[in-house]
């Protein structure tokens, strides 16, 4: 009489293939997708630094910069006249 605990090689074996198989499909759809997200960010930062370009034309007395917005927007090559404010 068979144990009801003895777990067929076949079957888990069945089961590894399907682990394996997900895992794999998971990794080629990041792979795949990843380009697509880095440059839907780098869209919105470009956006982003033309805001805050804009707004420091508005409100030319007031307005101020972080160093992160700074350094971000000088690595798309937006230029924004405005002090730097903050950053310790």
């Known amino acids: ?4 605990d003895d777990i067929d090689e076949e079957t888990m074996m069945g089961g590894f293939v399907k682990i394996f198989l997900y895992v794999t499909a998971l990794a080629l759809m990041i792979i795949l997708l ?3 997200f880095e440059k839907a960010l780098e869209k919105e930062e470009k956006r982003e ?3 805050l370009q804009k707004l420091s034309q508005e409100r030319r007395d007031v307005f101020f910069l972080t160093p992160d917005q700074k350094e ?3 690595i ?4 924004i006249n405005a002090l730097v404010k903050g950053g310790g």
Do not use: Y
């Open 34 to 36: 990843a380009p697509a």
């Open 76 to 79: 798309h090559g937006i230029k």
């Open 72 to 74: 971000q927007c000088d």
């Open 1 to 4: 009489m068979e144990k009801v």
């Open 49 to 51: 630094c033309l805001q």
